[in-house]
C-alpha cells in the first residue's frame, strides 16, 4: 500500500488475536509508526511473580519468540520448574508457566519492585524483543479482571484466569468485572496515541475482557469517541461463533448476542462517517449511515465483519465484509488492508 510513509496507527490489542493481527499491520504497513495500547487486566500474579499475558504474547509475536503452536507463550519452552512446583504439590496446576517465561517474570518483578512503572518495565523488555512498534500498557496502575461465579463453593469472585483457564468459562458468569480500572490512569502516552493518530484499529482480540478492559479506563473510551482519526474495528464473531476462544461466554455475560452485528452495536457507531468514493475491496459492501445515526460514546467509522455476516449493520458505522480468518500471514495482510480501505487510509 504506497504512500503510507509513516502513517500513524494506533491500535488496543488483547492477546492471540490482536497480536496475530497486529502482525499483520507491520506487514502491510512497513514503514508506519505503529503504537500498540496492550490489555493488563489478565495480568495476575503467581509465585510472587507478576506476570502480564496479552503485553507479553504480544512483545513475543511481533519480536520473535511466540511458540507458533501454541498462541502464547515462548518457542522451544520447557516446563520443568512446572513439573518441579507439581512435585511438591504446589499449584495453580492450570497456568502454564515456562522456563523461558519465567525470566520475563523475574525481571519484571524485580523492576516493579525496584519502584519502575510498568511502562518502563514495557519499554526495558521491548529492548530485547524489538516488536516493531510502541507497546504501551493501557495503564502503570493494577487493573486485574475478576469473574463473579456461582458454583458448589457457593457465590463467589475468582481471577478472570482461573475462570478461562481451569474452569474454562464452563461455569457462567453472573458479572466480568475489572477490578480497580474505575480508578486506574491511563499510561503515559495512550491518551496522546490516540488522539494523534492517523487511524484507530479494533483487532478482533476479545470485546469484553480485552478491548472492553481497556476502554473501562477513565479517558480511554471519550478519547477513541472523539480522535479525528477515522476508527475501524475487526469482528471476533464469524457466522456466529468465536474465532479462538470462548469470546461467547463473555459476551453472554454483559447480555450480548454472540454475532458480528450485536458486537458492532455493542461497540457502537460514532455517525461520523460519509458513503465512501469507491467501497473498499472487498466481497461485501459498505453501508452508509445517515448523520446523527451514531450512539453518544460509540466508538466505530467502519466495522469490518466475515464474508458469512456480510449483511450485518451498525448504526453510525460502515459495515463492509471481507473473509477474516488470519490462516496465514498473507491472508491477515489482506484483513488489514480491507481494514484500512474501510478508514479511507
Keep these: ?90 499449584g495453580p496446576a492450570w497456568f502454564g508457566l515456562g522456563d523461558r517465561d519465567l525470566a520475563t517474570h523475574l525481571v ?38 475478576h469473574v463473579v461465579i456461582s458454583d458448589a463453593d457457593g457465590q463467589r469472585a475468582v481471577h478472570f484466569q482461573e475462570w478461562w483457564l481451569r474452569l474454562r468459562a464452563a461455569v457462567p458468569a453472573q458479572a466480568i468485572i475489572p477490578v480497580n480500572a474505575e480508578k486506574a490512569r491511563p499510561a503515559p502516552g495512550v491518551l496522546a496515541a490516540i488522539a494523534d493518530a492517523d487511524v484507530v484499529l479494533l483487532p478482533p482480540s476479545n470485546p469484553v475482557v480485552s478491548i472492553g478492559t481497556i476502554l473501562a479506563v477513565p479517558g480511554i473510551r471519550s478519547a477513541v469517541h472523539e480522535t479525528a482519526a477515522p476508527v475501524v474495528g475487526v469482528s471476533p464473531i464469524i457466522g456466529g461463533a468465536a474465532v479462538r476462544g470462548m469470546a461467547d461466554a463473555c459476551l453472554a455475560a454483559i447480555g450480548v448476542e454472540t454475532s458480528a452485528q450485536a458486537v458492532g452495536v455493542h461497540y457502537g457507531g460514532r455517525g461520523r462517517t460519509a458513503e465512501p468514493a469507491t467501497a473498499p475491496a472487498t466481497t461485501g459492501h459498505g453501508t452508509a449511515p445517515r448523520p446523527g445515526d451514531g450512539t453518544a460514546d460509540g466508538l466505530l467509522d467502519g466495522w469490518l465483519v466475515d464474508t458469512a455476516d456480510a449483511g450485518a449493520t451498525v448504526p453510525g458505522a460502515t459495515v ?8 496465514d500471514l498473507k491472508a491477515t495482510v489482506a484483513i488489514v488492508r480491507a481494514a484500512l480501505e474501510l478508514a479511507g487510509v
Design 1 to 90: 500500500m504506497p504512500g503510507l510513509v509513516g502513517v500513524r496507527v494506533t491500535a488496543l490489542a488483547g492477546g492471540i488475536g490482536g497480536a496475530r493481527f497486529l502482525r499483520g499491520v507491520l506487514a502491510a504497513l512497513p514503514e508506519a509508526d505503529v503504537t500498540v495500547i496492550g490489555n493488563t487486566g489478565d495480568d495476575i500474579t503467581l509465585h510472587g511473580l507478576r506476570i502480564c499475558p496479552d503485553l507479553d504474547t504480544v512483545m513475543y509475536t511481533l519480536g520473535g519468540g511466540i511458540s507458533a503452536e501454541r498462541g502464547w507463550g515462548r518457542e522451544g519452552e520447557s516446563f520443568v520448574v512446572a513439573e518441579e512446583l507439581a512435585a511438591y504439590g504446589v
Design 108 to 145: 519484571r518483578t524485580r523492576m516493579l519492585d525496584a519502584g519502575y512503572s510498568l511502562s518502563d518495565v514495557v519499554r526495558a523488555l521491548c529492548e530485547r524483543w524489538k516488536p516493531g512498534v510502541r507497546l504501551l500498557p493501557m495503564s502503570d496502575e493494577r487493573v486485574e479482571t
Design 320 to 327: 463492509a465484509a471481507t473473509p477474516l480468518l488470519m490462516t
